[in-house]
């Protein structure tokens, strides 16, 4: 059976630092592209970062770029979202998702990241 | 940046009726669109990808259709289990993975 569960999020200051983990299980990890999407909580889903299987290429939206770092390590099979410099709007729920053609083809049950004072 | 807008905002519908939901894309995508269920406190839930393939596990009451910038995910006869929100995602442009604003399905 196929799992992603995600770990890491809490209560963090405007300006601190998480790091989310995704730790995968039931099926071959490094095969996949992954995704980070999160979701304000009651509203839409919104695309964070996307890493490809062996690791050697990453992309993020804007909102993101220069502050988040997607990374994996294939030999723990375990998907990793560095979060520096976090922000009031950065709070969210965070899935961590499996690339299937484009699509989200399984999801992980989210983290809550609050960033507040 | 492809927008993907979503209609209606809220549909009311009996258990046992016909469910149809809308998603435009601002330009074409050509088939590079999927469905997603989602319930309250779970994550998405992959329904359709290539606008009109079932994922796995995927009940048969779920059809998708469309191509280009016009799409629609049917529902045939409700469940009380389908009462979620639906949104649309559009892939392969930039950025990778487009949501639209999702559809409410809720009891009438």
Redesign the interface.
Known sequence: EVQLVESGGGLVQPGGSLRLSCAASGFTFSGYWM?W?RQVPGK????VS?INGDGSST?Y?DSVKGRFTISRDNAKNTLYLQMNNLRAEDTAVY?C?RD???????????TLVTVSS | EIVLTQSPATLSVSPGERATLSCRASQSVTS?L?W?QQKPG?????LI??ASTR??GIPARFSGSGSGTEFTLTISSLQSEDFAVY?C?R??TW????????TKVDIK
Request: charged content about 5%; glycine content about 20%.
């Open positions: 995704h999407v839409g889903l919104l695309w996307l992309s939206a899935y998702a299937y053609y484009g699509s989200g083809d399984q999801w992980g049950q989210g | 590079n999927a997603y779970q994550a998405p839930r992959l990808y290539g994922a796995t949104y995602q892939y392969n950025p990778p993975m487009g949501f639209g604003p999702g």
